[in-house]
């Protein structure tokens, strides 16, 4: 007597978009074919029991993990949508985050530095678009972790510098060794997006961020 085949537990995992198969659907399958076996099997030669069992365990395995996949989709489209509601907290609030641009209007900017560790010497140099040196900011000896800057305008020759975008970069020194230092940029949350990438914060100037990409929220 020949038994019903494995292939049919094998295909209620992989529900093709073709077919549109499910577990469920596999499932009325097997159900369907076991009577009809059963009802049909010779009477002198019956099906196996333990192989009847172990594939009646197969079909509740499979089935099973279709309601996990199932479950886990809905929490983790769960999770977002928490996700996205938390984060629409953050439009209209200032961030830092990893860049080196900082945007000068009415004599206001304002920039960040993140130090991995304590430094003697930390020293901003402000460009204009042609790279051109504005202004050098020096600040001395800073403790390790984010440090938020202003910058009024001025340049080194005391003059005003133009409102306008500028870019900056930092160095940093101890014991005479230079160590990484990562510049900040500083611009507003506009908006949010859900991208198949995960939530996005929409900046105003800058392009758009994921929310482990925040450095400091103002």
């Known amino acids: 007597m020949t038994t019903i085949s494995n292939d049919l537990l094998t295909s209620m995992n992989s529900r093709t978009s073709s077919s549109g198969s499910t577990a469920a659907d596999a499932q009325d399958r097997f159900m369907t074919l076991l009577i009809t076996q059963m009802k049909s099997q010779d009477p002198l030669n019956p099906m196996d029991n333990a192989q009847v069992t172990s594939q009646l365990a ?40 990893k860049g080196d641009s900082l945007t ?3 004599s206001k900017s304002y920039l960040g530095i993140n130090l991995p560790a304590g430094a003697e ?8 678009s042609s790279g051109n040196q504005v202004r050098e900011l020096t600040l001395g000896k800073q403790e390790s972790g984010v440090l938020p800057l202003s910058w009024d305008g001025i340049k080194d ?18 014991a005479n060794t230079s160590m990484t230092a990562t510049p900040l940029s500083y611009d507003q949350v506009m908006s949010v997006s859900n991208s198949s990438s995960g939530i ?9 961020i994921g929310i482990d990409d925040v450095v400091e929220v103002f």
């Open 157 to 174: 020759d005391g003059s005003k510098a133009a409102d306008g975008n500028y870019k900056f970069e930092v160095t940093a020194t101890t």
């Open 104 to 106: 000068l209007s009415e």
């Open 58 to 97: 197969q079909l509740s395995t499979v089935t099973g993990i279709d309601k996990l996949n199932t479950t886990m989709e809905s929490m983790i489209s769960n999770v977002q949508s928490s996700q996205t509601y938390q984060a629409s907290n953050m439009i209209g609030r200032y961030v830092l985050t």
């Open 121 to 128: 010497k930390v020293t901003v140099t402000i460009k204009d």
């Open 200 to 208: 996005k914060l929409n900046l105003g100037k800058l392009d758009s």
